[in-house]
């Protein structure tokens, strides 16, 4: 599809937004606007084999995720997003190298409700933040099964309390290997299914 192919295309470089010059941020949008209008699944809250999975980040602009990157001695490795449609859950993973032996991640657990047929409420109920030696991490898909088995690990693990952090998502663009998505803060996400 000529449409994805635009948008690959105008993300390549960026290193997922990292590296975005106001004209990229400028063409992106325009490649995004218009896959969104030729979005083939409408009602994307409908169709639950579509967005269930491992879904890996290309392009955002999001700073609260981009500005991880700013943080002395680390560096912004893949970010992931696992939906399990079931249970209602999304798990966020930003994966950090640093120095030898420091690599880490943050992770953030939350619950979501549909609102509308391409809308989803989020409420943010957990924050992991450590070493990933320390954790043991080896994919976002095994550590996914050790947060759903009640592991506590050796890292910062808290609860969040719904009401502090909650927002929504609208899922503007699905098929069945790429995913746009629009936050209550503005931010634009594009994702590829893994």
Do not use: C, H
Request: glycine share 8%; net charge neutral.
């Amino acid at each position: 599809m000529i449409g994805k192919a635009a948008l690959l295309s105008a993300i390549a470089g960026t290193n997922r937004g990292l590296l975005a010059t106001d004209r990229d941020r400028q063409a992106i949008g325009v490649a995004i606007a218009q896959l969104e209008d030729r979005n083939p699944t409408p009602r994307p809250i409908e169709t639950p084999a579509l967005l269930e999975g491992d879904w890996r980040l290309l392009y955002t602009t999001s700073q609260e995720l981009l500005g991880i990157d700013r943080i002395p001695f680390a560096k912004l490795g893949q970010i992931y997003q696992s939906i399990r449609v079931a249970d209602k859950k999304i798990y966020n993973i930003a994966e950090i190298s640093g120095l030898p032996y420091l690599d880490g991640l943050i992770s953030v657990a939350a619950r979501f409700n549909p609102a509308s047929d391409r809308r989803v409420e989020v409420k943010f109920e957990r924050a992991i933040f450590g070493l990933t030696r320390l954790i043991g991490y080896q994919s976002p898909d095994r550590f996914i099964q050790d947060i759903e088995a009640g592991k506590k690990f050796p890292a910062i693990d808290f609860g969040i309390e719904n009401r502090d952090r909650q927002g929504w998502l609208d899922i503007t663009y699905l098929d069945d290997d790429m995913r746009i998505g629009r936050g209550n803060e503005g931010s634009v996400f594009v994702l590829s299914k893994k």
